[in-house]
């Protein structure tokens, strides 16, 4: 188990972006290393611990690695093996642009206290956001709808505002 949280906290370290439960397990599960249980397990003992910190949506759970989390990798790090690291190394390397692409774009929705629907919509890059945007819609099916098209449209939506906004007309 401890080196389970070791190599989950050295993909971690690894990128400048949180890493989601699903590609993290697709290293593990993809390399055999461990099982979807055991991974976690792993997860959940490491944000027990305060090692890693979480983000979750109505569908996706983002990891990041803590100051704590730096420290133990820094000090136990050496106990992951060579072939290992290099595995996660090739891993984060032939996936780091889809990876980053797929947790930069986020869509959630929450139910406000005059009980429509708030879809909340953003795109980051590394840790900046580059559009934000909050919509409210009357029903749950309206706000499932829109988080579901949002990966796809967002980069459409985001430069016809900016055109707009930039326009002299």
């Known amino acids: ?5 070791l190599m989950n ?6 990128v400048n972006f949180p890493l989601t439960n699903a590609q993290l397990t697709d290293f593990f599960l993809q390399h055999e290393y461990a099982s979807y249980f055991t991974l976690q397990q792993a997860l959940n003992e490491l ?13 996706s759970t983002r ?3 803590t100051r704590e989390g730096e420290d133990t990798l820094s000090f136990f790090g050496k ?3 060579p072939a290992i690291v290099e595995d996660m190394d090739r891993y984060l390397k032939e996936n780091r642009f889809r990876m980053r692409n797929e947790i930069g774009t986020l869509a959630d929705y929450y139910k406000s206290t005059s009980q429509d629907y ?7 890059e590394g ?4 559009i934000d945007l909050d919509l409210s819609v009357p029903d749950k ?6 988080c579901s098209r949002w990966k796809d449209r967002s980069q459409e939506i985001y430069a016809f505002v900016m055109k707009t906004l930039m326009s002299s007309e």
């Open 118 to 124: 708030i879809v909340h919509c953003e795109v980051r």
């Open 9 to 14: 906290l050295y993909m971690l370290k690894q």
């Open 79 to 81: 106990n992951i093996s």
């Open 127 to 130: 840790r900046s956001t580059l």
């Open 47 to 59: 944000q027990e611990s305060g090692l890693i910190r979480t983000e979750s949506t109505h569908n």
């Open 1 to 5: 188990m401890t080196l389970y949280k």
């Open 63 to 65: 990891y990041e690695i």
């Open 141 to 146: 099916e309206q706000a499932e709808l829109m």
